[in-house]
């Protein structure tokens, strides 16, 4: 029993979903919304205030300025897709606290939540974490 506790515990530690981030990001929380996805996907369409760092681009350079003290969360398309795994795993790496959106843009949209479309901006602007 201790051991099914504890695998629970650990999913809601490392893991939201999208009902969960926007009463979270309503709220006022401290939330950096990172699309691990490319460029490309990412002007095609996102979670409004989420910025792109591709899970392949993310490093000590393309993360320095950012705050490591807010809470990071990663997605990408949805469940046939990994790059939100990935980039958890590389901002955990870098020493971020990270969460992954379950179901991705998939289910953000399946929930009702907006999306928008455009460039990717600067990411310590939209966390406010410089």
């Known amino acids: 029993m201790d051991e099914q506790l504890n695998h629970y515990a650990n999913k809601l530690a490392f893991e939201t979903d999208s009902w969960d981030l926007k009463v979270a990001l309503e709220s006022g929380e401290k939330i950096l919304v990172i699309d691990a996805r490319s460029a490309e996907a990412y002007q095609k369409e996102h979670i409004p205030g989420a910025v792109n760092i591709p899970h392949r681009t993310m490093n000590a350079q393309t993360t320095g300025n950012l705050d490591k003290t807010t809470l990071v969360v990663t997605y990408c398309d949805g469940i ?39 460039a990717a901006g600067d990411p310590t602007a939209a966390c406010g974490c410089n």
């Open 80 to 118: 046939g897709c990994n790059a939100s795994t990935k980039g958890a795993m590389n901002m955990t790496r870098l020493g971020f606290r990270v969460k992954e959106l379950i179901g991705g843009m998939d289910w953000w949209k399946r929930d009702g939540h907006k999306t928008t479309a455009g």
